[in-house]
């Protein structure tokens, strides 16, 4: 019996040959502030539907990994302190231990692909920490399982707190692909691009659709990157966040942050550095992605109609 369970409504939409998004908790449980990460799972279920796709929130509950959260089930993932960080090298332990976990990146892609979902969305995937005073910079598990686990995640590129320059080296070095939505350089998160070209590009969501298909007929071991640059209105100044982000990593340092803790530590210093602008950023992307994913499903349920 598998321990990735979907649920009843995701299970038929996969039936079907309905559209499905899958989508990370620890967004929720560590990524957001209370109550505005309610807030996103309202905005980004609104933004997967509208498209007439199903949106799928990922977590581990009573010793499974359940596909398809409830809004009951969110309810306590949202609340502060309940929920683990658990990515794929947690999964082990957290199903053993029959708790909460919110899953990351890694562990939500490994389970969507379990499920059968070709489809996923996220904020910004963990990358290339930028190297310290003490030695080399922490690497996100993110990489990794994104080069073996064939899925199509729309982010806004790598989080604002890691190096782009060296995410984008090691994700070629993994093989995994990186195609921009309507753009020709690497979006940044809350900043609309980072000094790195891409070769590849896609312009509306059926050709995004066309490259989720061709990485099942492939069968592909890596994912490809849909990378979809933060609308416009909410951008901040690349220069700007970059000067925060180092401020809050002298803090951290000084505080001995170290492993899971750093990217919801810095984050959540990035909002109060910025008066709560990056947090709005955040928002806003998170549901922009969570449309264009919703689309590319949508577009991809069709071709296979």
Known sequence: MSV??????????????????ALETSVVSQGLPSPRNLEC???MNAAIR?????????????????????ADELQVFAEPGRAIKVTRRDLPVAI???????????????????????????????????????????????LVELARTPILLVCSGPKSIVDPVATAERLEELGVGVVGYACWRLPFFLAR??????????????????????LGELDAAAAVLLCNPIPEKFAMDAAVVEEAVRACERIAEREGVRGKAVTPYLLSCLSERTDGESLEANLALLESNARLAGEVAAAASAARS
Do not use: K, Q
Request: no cysteine.
């Open 4 to 21: 990735v369970r979907p649920s009843s409504e995701v299970a038929a939409a996969l039936a079907g040959g309905d559209g499905v998004v």
């Open 41 to 43: 799972v309202e905005r």
């Open 50 to 70: 509208s498209a007439g796709t199903v949106p799928a929130w990922i977590g581990v509950m009573r010793g499974e990994v359940v596909v398809g959260l409830s």
């Open 96 to 142: 053993a231990s029959g708790g909460l976990g919110a899953t990351t990146v890694s562990s939500t892609i490994w389970a969507a692909h379990r499920a059968g979902i070709r489809v996923g969305t996220t904020g910004g995937i963990g990358g290339v920490h930028p190297r310290n005073e003490g030695g080399g910079g922490d690497v996100s598990a993110d």
């Open 193 to 214: 691009e980072a000094p790195v070209d891409l070769e590849d590009r896609v312009d509306e969501p059926a050709e995004a659709a066309r490259i989720a298909r061709a």
